[in-house]
């Protein structure tokens, strides 16, 4: 699979890939670690994670010497570009969501000293705007890469670190903010926006 155009989607899909670690980077710098009060992260929840981190080495293999030829799917161009599209969004909200949750953000399901409930940015419209950037960004890699393997690790490590965490995210808020995290649910969407309030 080395024709030229193969080269160019393999170059993209480093670019989508090198922005998204860039936003993680610069505000995993930024925030640093603050104190905090309480985790609620289980053996499978740090597994879940650990998943989607690995779930990108085959996205980097391809990228450099793309050994996953076989696992090829032939879709138009057109299709591949969009990915693209998807890509770039999905880091664009990803760096929407950490500048939104600010010192809020933490990797695993911990609440923060002075945590605060965020409901601005992208956090007015859905609960967990960074997993549907993890998702977007899934499509993303899928579509731009056309090779289910490569895409498909990746999509099935973020929904299932999605299924185990979104529950016990929502149980853990729902027991620090209370009331004010049940309104919040009531307005919006899990990772997508709702049609009606
Ligand atoms: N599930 C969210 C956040 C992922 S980061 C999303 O997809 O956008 C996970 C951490 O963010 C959790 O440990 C929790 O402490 C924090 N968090 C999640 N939602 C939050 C909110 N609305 N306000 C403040 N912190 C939040």
Do not use: C
């Amino acid at each position: 699979m080395n024709n030229p155009s193969e080269v160019v989607f393999r170059v993209a899909v480093g670019v989508v890939v090198v922005t998204w670690f860039a936003v993680r980077g610069y505000f995993q710098k930024k925030v640093g670690s603050s104190e905090k009060i309480s985790s609620h992260h289980g053996r499978r929840e740090k597994r879940s994670y650990m998943l989607v981190s690995v779930s990108f080495l085959p996205i980097l293999l391809y990228v450099f010497t793309s050994p996953f030829s076989f696992a090829h799917i032939a879709i138009p161009s057109w299709l591949r570009w969009a990915g693209l599209i998807s890509g770039l969004s999905a880091s664009g909200l990803f760096a929407w969501t950490h500048f939104a949750l600010g010192k809020n953000w933490s990797g695993l399901l911990e609440i923060a000293k002075d945590h605060e409930l965020v409901t601005g940015g992208p956090y007015r419209f859905v609960r967990h705007p960074m997993y549907s950037a993890f998702f977007l960004m899934g499509i993303g890699v899928l579509l731009l890469s056309s090779n289910w393997l490569v895409g498909g690790l990746n999509l099935t490590a973020v929904t299932a670190m999605y299924l185990v965490r979104v529950a016990d995210e929502e149980a853990m808020m729902l027991g620090h903010f209370g009331q004010s995290y049940q309104t919040y649910m009531d307005h919006t969407g899990r990772v997508f926006p709702r049609l009606r309030t």
